[in-house]
């Protein structure tokens, strides 16, 4: 089998890409064991352009949040499937300091696409604690990755795109203008395969740091359209199930619950909430977060036909759109790509 692009992992980077290099023309061949641990599948995939605790607009929000939208909005088309939720998210201030600081953001041009409404008295009273008032935020939202990838999953098999394999590195072969892989020739393959980078004999040398991640799912009788978050966020699902997350522990990355991060979200969780919940669900993924906590993209030092989408950590709903289609027009057209992502900043460590 000949294709342009061999494409290892199908998490939601490698999904991402994958369609942007199929809207080009290019062919591509998916190879993914979806029985492996894969953080995306129970990723929270919050999209928030304002983040942190001191309240201010994500790296490179405009051009990443002008992008996200359409491009999800068009994969659901594609699929004949919703999984996109744009919903607003309500930032309570921690301080009246901080809302006085909004209220003199709020005249500010580059944040006003991004603010829906900020509240200076205390708002969604029946619900959460908020004496300060908040920030109603605008694009934001949620994506629903485990429905988008097993969705898309199905559409690469049915076009026979999807190899349902464990990728074997030592079965790489690496030629003159391109690549073999058992029975597969490819010009290029990118690796989209989360923390397993890590045993990639090719790529191991830049410096991940997998990240912890559990995140819990409660029942609650409360009614609420907007997405609450002030130390956890509060994501209302459908029939009075939320989910609610999420903790972070880059030391302890075994891939099982803990009843420390349990403990830990419900007690956030109670500063926040004035509803009653029970907990019925915990779930746990490792992130493929980075030492400068920005993505890995761009061609190996050596071998310009290997090829690294990775890292995209807890943002990866919104950074991945953008990044893919650059990447892209990076290998097709030679355009450049940001600095702050491109794996050149680490070829000191190759």
Not at 200 to 220: A, C, M, S
Request: aromatic fraction near 12%; hydrophobic fraction near 40%.
């Amino acid at each position: 089998m000949q294709v342009d692009y061999l494409v290892v992992g199908q998490g939601l980077a490698g999904t991402v890409f994958c369609e942007h290099v199929l809207r080009s023309g290019k062919t591509v061949l998916v190879i993914d064991d979806p029985t492996l641990s894969n953080s995306s599948k129970v990723a929270a995939g919050l999209y928030n352009p304002i983040t942190g605790r001191k309240l201010v607009k994500t790296w490179n929000c405009d051009p990443l949040f002008e992008y996200l939208i359409p491009f999800y909005r068009s994969l659901e088309e594609k699929l004949g499937q919703k999984f996109l939720v744009e919903m607003p998210i309500y930032r309570p201030f921690p301080s009246t300091e901080v809302l006085n600081e909004w209220m003199g953001k709020s005249a500010e041009a580059s944040y006003a696409p991004y603010v829906k409404e900020i509240k200076s008295t205390p708002s969604f009273t029946d619900d959460i604690s908020n004496d300060c008032g908040g920030l109603l935020l605008n694009k934001s939202g949620y994506v629903h990755t485990d429905k988008l990838i097993s969705c898309y999953r199905e559409y690469l098999k049915a076009e026979g795109l999807f190899l349902n394999d464990k990728f074997d590195h030592t079965q790489l072969i690496i030629e003159d203008g391109g690549i073999r892989y058992k029975e597969v020739s490819a010009k290029r393959i990118v690796f989209s395969d989360g923390k397993s980078v890590q045993n990639n004999p090719h790529f191991d040398w830049l410096p991940l740091r997998p990240v912890k991640g559990e995140l819990l799912y409660i029942r609650t009788n409360a009614v609420f359209g907007v997405i609450y978050n002030k130390g956890v966020f509060v994501i209302p699902l459908s029939n009075g199930i939320c989910k609610v997350g999420a903790t972070y522990d880059n030391k302890n990355l075994e891939e099982a619950i803990t009843s420390e991060a349990k403990d830990e979200l419900v007690n956030k969780l109670k500063e926040l909430v004035k509803f009653d919940f029970e907990v019925i669900d915990q779930k746990v993924g490792i992130r493929p977060a980075t030492k400068d906590r920005k993505p890995f993209v761009g061609r190996h030092p050596k071998f310009s036909n290997l090829v690294i989408f990775n890292g995209l950590g807890a943002k990866g709903v919104s950074l991945a759109p953008f990044y893919a289609k650059q990447l892209l027009a990076h290998l097709e057209q030679g355009d450049e790509l940001d600095k702050e992502v491109n794996i050149e900043r680490f070829f000191s460590l190759f």
